[in-house]
């Protein structure tokens, strides 16, 4: 379970096609969205963007754990 993942802005017009959980890696968009599905990280979810599925965290009162902060 990861409380921080942070996306890469790694595809066209920043999007994310990775993501980086610390002490793992780089994780592709595909195998975070399945990990996310199954519910392997509670803090987040997927959305849907032009037929898409991406990661975001859930709404909580920290911006510290949003997918594209810095």
Known sequence: MANNIKGNRDG???RNETYTIP???VVS??????EVEA???PNFTTYN?????YVKAKPDKSESNNVNED
Do not use: I, P
């Open 39 to 41: 519910e392997k990280h």
């Open 23 to 25: 002490g793992r890696g």
């Open 49 to 53: 963007l032009n037929g898409e599925l």
């Open 29 to 34: 968009r595909a195998q975070l969205v399945k």
């Open 12 to 14: 066209d017009n920043g």
